[in-house]
């Protein structure tokens, strides 16, 4: 088990993180997302001891390992770190990096654990290959099959994935899953992108300045979003300014009327009009040819103002009122042109001012 006791760091007069307290279950793949300089790879470091905290205390099981006298050495807490640039030493072939934490294992025995990780990491074959030899991906694999061989209680992975390409990324979080589960420890993985975390994450942590905004599975995070910022990161770009109307207890889009049952806040009971934010995934929306749609579905339109091209379809840049955004529509579409979409009522959030 990971412990954060009330966690606080500055550098400087500038706060990283401010009374963060969170506990990782032993065997758990955490993941922590959210932007750069909200404190990810500050806590990443304090769990490796690389650096220790102004303020609380960080636990690993029942044992102390940083407060602000303590600071237990890097090489004593059964903690291993896959750096965001690998840091593959220039001068040694594969097998010598995977096995230079094993020094103190005979020979017979080093050999055959770099063979496993090797075999595991599918990286057998490049066993000889100096880290100039070897593409993005293969060292990224060496840099894990690197932290493995030790068998660490905990494996930090920071930002792993960020300089690799778009197909690569997406074969390495597949293989990541599959990984994950055959270590059995416990991980903490930085990220700033959730949809990437959400592969083999077991809880997403999301971090804004320095603090913890929501915590919770995947599913249950990307379902609902606890806050407009949390809904953003998520993927809901699609923001439609509305009102409330308590008379007719009916949400507005302009002078549209819609449905939303996920609603995050409460009318104000005051007053006759509230204002709220709707927000929707992009994935959501549906382009419409007619203005008829099923049961439990809204249906809205707007004024079509840019149309572009991308392959196989087009997307449309759409005004309701003041508000913009884009939708996808499998035909082309005159600028100036009204047209429909819909989306259903429990695809959308609806966050009410406080």
Known sequence: MLVFDNISRNFGTIPVLKNLSLTIKEGEVACLVGPSGCGKSTLLRLVAGLDKPDQGKIYIGNDVVSDEKTLLPVHKRNVNMVFQDFALWPHMRVSEIVGYGLKHLDQHERRERVEKLLNLLRIDTLAMRLPSELSGGQQQRVAIARALATRPKILLLDEPLSNLDVQLRMEMRLEFAELFKEFGGTVLYVTHDPLEA??????????RKGTIEQQGTPEDLFASPSSEWVAMLAGYDIRLKGRYCISGQQLFIGDQAVEIKNRNGSPSAKQNSTAAMVMLHPASIRFRN?????????????????????GRQWRLTIRIDTDHFSILAPQKVTIGEVVAFSFQADDAIAFFDA
């Open 290 to 310: 007619g203005s008829f749609g099923e049961e439990g579905q809204n249906i809205l339109s707007g004024i079509v103002t840019n149309c572009l091209y991308e």
């Open 198 to 207: 959400c592969t083999f994450a077991d809880r997403l942590i999301v971090m």
